[in-house]
């Protein structure tokens, strides 16, 4: 591409913006989006050259009315979830040629007018993953959402070796280098944990930057008890192949897309289900195993579990935050039973902030 003139450009900044816009698009897997669609893709198209969607065998016409909104369609015939669509679209955007693409809901819960604001921090540090984060806003955020968003972060900020303030929020810049780097076997909503927690666990930044919480009319797609058991599944499975090898390694980074041992379990639906299932089921004693080779190796003074003595606090707050999972359960279900019958009990809002802390300096 010839370079531009500087004269008729306003800054270096500008410039920029513009050059690499060209290599940003926005991706959009799409579940019977069809009244929220349009606006969605118009908006992204006035800051990208190109908007690709997955439609994921709606019911509904989101197909038609996101090709005459201008989006390059990706047709799936049978409903297969979100994280399928996001792997299809990351194939695309590759063979198109991308360098990075941002990843949007269908449903309007995210502002197109916010995608420079992914740009520019895509333009200071083109490597980091750019993460959208509600929590400026949480009060729009609905309670019970936010607690489970606010327990999930703390595992899964420990599976990426840094502190992720939201790891739920859909609308993120991904450089496609990191994505090229790892294998996706998750489906479904787990699929943006699994991203985060592997690239995190090369070596990547994932940085954040605020956006407006939306919470409109439309209804969610996810179920607050099965995609959260399946994400905490996923999660608890993935920290115990972590640990195992930091307990015998000084590098906190234990991800490689060739070399995987927690991969190697998915290579299998069955291989994968038994493994999530043993590793569920031992969630409480684990990390007291864990917890009681780093107190010895800390005596012999070993330099393993770097991740966790980066953190500057010992690692009883950690086994201690797992031990509290049940009880978390159990408490949070007697407030749902017990709160629509007119008692105000907020027990697990305080439990989450005492067990749950911020480990992380930054
Ligand atoms: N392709 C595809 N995308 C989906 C599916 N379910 C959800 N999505 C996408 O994921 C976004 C977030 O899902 P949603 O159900 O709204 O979850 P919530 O916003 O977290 O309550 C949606 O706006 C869609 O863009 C699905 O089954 N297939
Ligand atoms: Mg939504």
């Known amino acids: 591409m010839p370079f531009p003139p500087r004269n008729i450009l306003k800054s270096i900044e500008e410039y920029l913006e513009k050059t690499t816009s060209k290599r940003i698009c926005v991706i959009i897997p799409a579940y019977n989006a069809a009244s929220t669609i349009a606006s969605v893709?118009?908006?992204?198209?006035?800051?990208?050259?190109?908007?690709?969607?997955?439609?994921?065998?709606?019911?509904?016409?989101?197909s038609e009315i996101a090709k005459s909104a201008g989006a390059?369609?990706?047709?799936?015939?049978?409903?297969?979830?979100?994280?399928?669509?996001?792997?299809?679209?990351?194939?695309?955007?590759?063979?198109?040629?991308?360098?990075?693409?941002?990843?949007?809901?269908?449903?309007?819960?995210?502002?197109?007018?916010?995608?420079?604001?992914?740009?520019?921090?895509?333009?200071?540090?083109?490597?980091?993953?750019?993460?959208?984060?509600?929590?400026?806003e949480k009060e729009k955020i609905p309670r019970a959402r936010y607690n489970s968003m606010h327990v999930a972060r703390f595992y899964i900020s420990l599976g990426a070796n840094q502190f992720i303030e939201d790891t739920q929020c859909g609308f993120r810049l991904y450089p496609l280098r990191v994505i090229r780097n790892m294998n996706l076997f998750t489906e479904r909503y787990v699929t943006e944990t699994e991203i985060?927690?592997?690239?995190?666990?090369?070596?990547?930044?994932?940085?954040?930057?605020?956006?407006?919480?939306?919470?409109?009319e439309g209804g969610s797609h996810f179920k607050a008890v099965t995609d959260v058991a399946k994400i905490t599944a996923y999660v608890i499975?993935?920290?115990?192949?972590?640990?195992?090898?930091?307990?015998?390694?000084?590098?906190?980074?234990?991800?490689?897309?060739?070399?995987?041992?927690?991969?190697?379990?998915?290579?299998?639906?069955?291989?994968?289900?038994?493994?999530?299932?043993?590793?569920?089921?031992?969630?409480?004693?684990?990390?007291?195993?864990?917890?009681?080779?780093?107190?010895?190796?800390?005596?012999?003074?070993?330099?393993?579990?770097?991740?966790m003595r980066k953190l500057n606090k010992s690692f009883f707050p950690i086994t201690l935050a797992t031990q509290m999972l049940p009880v978390l359960l159990v408490v949070s279900i007697a407030e749902k039973l017990l709160n629509p019958l007119g008692f105000r009990i907020r027990f697990v809002d305080r439990l989450i902030l005492q067990f749950y802390p911020h480990l992380w300096d930054s």
């Open 72 to 136: 390059d369609v990706i047709k799936i015939t049978n409903n297969k979830g979100k994280g399928n669509a996001l792997k299809l679209l990351f194939a695309k955007a590759m063979e198109k040629g991308c360098d990075a693409v941002i990843s949007m809901d269908a449903d309007a819960q995210h502002d197109p007018e916010e995608i420079p604001s992914f740009m520019r921090a895509h333009i200071e540090r083109p490597d980091d993953i750019i993460v959208g984060s509600r929590m400026s």
């Open 196 to 216: 985060l927690m592997k690239a995190g666990d090369m070596g990547t930044t994932i940085r954040f930057i605020n956006i407006r919480a939306i919470y409109n």
């Open 41 to 62: 893709i118009k908006g992204a198209l006035k800051y990208v050259p190109e908007v690709i969607v997955a439609d994921d065998g709606s019911e509904d016409n989101t």
């Open 237 to 307: 499975s993935y920290i115990t192949v972590k640990w195992l090898i930091e307990g015998l390694s000084s590098n906190p980074c234990t991800y490689n897309k060739d070399n995987s041992i927690r991969d190697f379990f998915s290579k299998t639906k069955t291989g994968d289900f038994i493994f999530q299932t043993i590793t569920a089921v031992t969630t409480l004693p684990i990390p007291v195993f864990f917890y009681i080779e780093y107190v010895i190796s800390s005596l012999l003074g070993w330099n393993n579990f770097m991740s």
